[in-house]
């Protein structure tokens, strides 16, 4: 089947809450989907992200009662918890010092090599400016420092330790999007999920403490009576503005 293109797949994409029980989809394509996901822009290219892939039916069950039985999760087929690793900061910080590292040894001009040094800068110095923190006490700090020399000149404002949380979360929503519109163009159906007991499903998988859950996607194929009700939007003229 030919895959539909993103205009069709946004049309075609609703939260489903129905899963059809006799309809499988397959592990394979679904982990496809994710690493399309794992393409999504992220801030700093970051990549404080996991999906943690649920295929076993016993798992599922368990990680469903945590969604509190909501039909979207206990009638998916498979689900898809996307992860925020905020923890991982310095763990990703690396890698990306390496890979520009490696970048610029391939190339020999001088024009790189100051281009080299600026995002050695921005990754050196910027960006644990942003995400080392102590407990929010230098968060705490970097605030009131931002609002006073703010006043003279625009600065980057968001630096305390609510902010970069709301960043990170940020970037992972925007890869379980990409991951809903990748399945929707294959024609498999997704529903994205808040309601659950995150403490319990951390348990489950595994994570940290430091880690928190951004969704959990229900995945499967919708049943007839799987959509609640044509799609609602509050008119553009609320929500579109030019300027
Ligand atoms: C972050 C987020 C959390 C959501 N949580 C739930 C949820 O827990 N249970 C549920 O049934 N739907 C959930 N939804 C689905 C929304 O209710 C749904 O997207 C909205 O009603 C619009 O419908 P549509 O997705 O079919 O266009 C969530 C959606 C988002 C983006």
């Not at 895959?3 to 592990?27: C, G, H, N, Q, W």
């Not at 310095?90 to 520009?100: E, F, K």
């Not at 940020?170 to 379980?176: E, M, P, Y």
Request: charged share 25%.
């Amino acid at each position: 089947m030919q895959e539909k293109s993103v205009s069709e797949a946004i049309y075609f994409r609703r939260s489903v809450r129905i899963y059809d029980p006799t309809k499988l989809i397959e592990t394979e394509k679904v982990k496809k989907c994710i690493n399309q996901a794992m393409l999504s822009p992220s801030s700093s290219n970051m990549q404080l992200w996991e999906f943690h892939h649920i295929i076993s039916e016993d798992f599922k069950n368990k990680i469903s009662k945590y969604c509190f039985n909501q039909p979207a999760a206990k009638t998916a087929k498979q689900l898809v918890v996307v992860v925020v690793r905020r923890d991982l900061w310095r763990n990703r910080l690396s890698s990306n010092i390496r890979n520009i590292k490696s970048t610029f040894s391939k190339t020999e001009k001088i024009e790189s090599s100051k281009q080299e040094k600026k995002a050695l800068y921005y990754y050196q110095k910027l960006v644990p400016l942003i995400y080392s923190d102590f407990i929010g006490i230098k968060g705490f700090f970097k605030k009131i420092y931002v609002k006073i020399f703010g006043i003279f000149k625009p600065m980057y404002q968001e630096v305390s330790s609510g902010d970069v949380r709301v960043i990170t979360h940020k970037s992972a929503a925007l890869a379980a999007q990409s991951f809903m519109i990748s399945m929707a163009a294959i024609g498999y159906d997704t529903c994205p999920m808040e309601g659950f007991d995150s403490k319990r499903i951390k348990k489950q998988l595994n994570l940290p403490s430091a880690s928190e859950i951004s969704m959990i996607i229900g995945c499967g194929i919708r049943k007839n009576n799987g959509v609640y009700g044509e799609r609602f939007r509050v008119p553009s003229s609320e929500t579109y503005h030019v300027h």
